[in-house]
Structure formats: C-alpha cells, structure tokens
C-alpha cells in the first residue's frame, strides 16, 4: 500500500512529467530551422518572400528567440520590409513567454527524475509499480487533454485569439496581412506547427504508457518468481 509520503510524490511527479510531456515537443521544434523551412515550403511562403531571405529572417528569429542576440536588420527581396518595431515587441514578449515555460520545462524535468529516485525502497516490486503509476497516470491524463484540444484545434483561428488574448493581454500581436512577420509565419503555419506539437507529445505519452505497463509486468513477474522461490524452498 501506497503511504502518503509516496502518494504526495506521485502527484507532484504527475504534474511535473505532464509539463514534460507537452513542452519537449516545443523544445525540439521551435528552434528547428529546418522545421520551419519545411512549413514555408508547405505554405508557399516563398511565392511572397525570397528563399534565401526567409532563411535569413528565421535565423534572426530563432537567435532572438533563445535570447542570444538581437535582430539585425537587412534589406529585403521583393520591396518588403525586415520586421517593424511593433512586431519585434510582440517577438519580445513571445521570447519571455518561451523563457518562463523552458523555466518551468526544465525545473520540472530534474523534479521529475528527483521523484523517481526518490519512490525508491528495498521492496523492488513496490518500487517498479509506484514507477509503473508515475509514468502511466500523467500520460494517460495529458492524452484526454491532447484529444480535446485537438478537437478544440478544428476551430484554430478561435482557438489562436483565444491564446493570444490570456497569454499577452497587452494586445500587441495584431498585424495586417501584408506585414513581414504575417508573410513569413501565415495562420496555417501555426496550424501545422500546433497539429505537430498534438501529434508528437501524443506519442510521447503513449510511450511512456507502453513503458509502465512493461514496468508493472516486470514488477508482477519479479514477485512471481520470489513466491516461486520461497514455495520450492519451503518444500
């Protein structure tokens, strides 16, 4: 039986591998340059802005996005513009939303493996199935929540607004469709990247689900056996 000390883990640990869970596919994607050339060429970005151009400007964003240096400007193919001081405000406020949640990422990535060091105890089998919860209950509840969000993902546009109004309230991401930052990262742009970030951290989970049942196996077979053991010797 579970006792609360370990109860209070496997809930805090719920919580920090669920945060893994989401964020590492964004991780992994958001500083992937040939990620978002894939996406342009999908988009047809390149019909707007010249390919050469765009990978410049995407450099520029990934590097100003990992907070390592600021944007410099340059001149653009096909009379458009580099990014406007309004956009790169609203990029600015973007890299401060990516800092608190690689933050929240990494702090939650080091609690997570602190509470799988930390449910360990001599019984094996005890340990194997508290190990077997801890992967199994975060990922089984992060895959309910990706199948409604995915649902609620039908309607994107909404679904954009809606995250753009709770996550930067100041109200600076609105842009006409002509500007350079709309042109380089259209709304379907967003779509494909949303629908990837859904489909890859689904994944995730239904690995580390696989994973627990294998643990819990495991820890089932491993006290098999003792009993085995102890029956035969007693005889």
Do not use: C
């Amino acid at each position: 039986m579970i006792n609360w000390y370990k109860k209070l883990l496997i809930s805090i640990g719920t919580i920090t591998i669920m945060i893994v869970i989401i964020f590492t596919p964004l991780l992994f994607y958001v500083f992937n340059l040939n990620y978002y050339l894939s996406l342009y060429e999908k988009n047809g970005v390149y019909e707007s802005i010249d390919r050469q151009d765009a990978i410049k400007l995407t450099g520029e964003l990934i590097n100003f996005l990992k907070n390592k240096e600021d944007f410099k400007p340059f001149i653009l193919k096909n009379n458009l513009p580099f990014f406007t001081s309004d956009e790169i405000s609203h990029l600015g406020d973007v890299r401060n939303l990516f800092n608190k949640i690689f933050l929240a990422y990494y702090i939650s990535s080091g609690l997570s493996v602190f509470f799988i060091a930390a449910l360990f105890e001599r019984k094996i089998k005890n340990y194997l199935k508290n190990i077997s919860l801890l992967l199994i209950l975060p990922s089984t509840l992060i895959i309910l929540f990706l199948i409604l969000l995915y649902f609620f993902g039908q309607n994107f546009l909404s679904l954009f607004d809606k995250f753009h109004t709770i996550f930067f309230p100041q109200g600076n991401y609105a842009f006409p469709e002509s500007s350079t930052l709309i042109t380089l990262l259209p709304l379907n742009f967003f779509y494909d990247f949303f629908t990837r970030l859904v489909i890859s951290s689904l994944i995730f989970a239904v690995i580390l689900i696989i994973s627990g049942i294998i643990i819990l196996l495991i820890s089932k077979k491993v006290f098999k056996n003792k009993l085995q053991d102890g029956y035969f010797e007693r005889i």
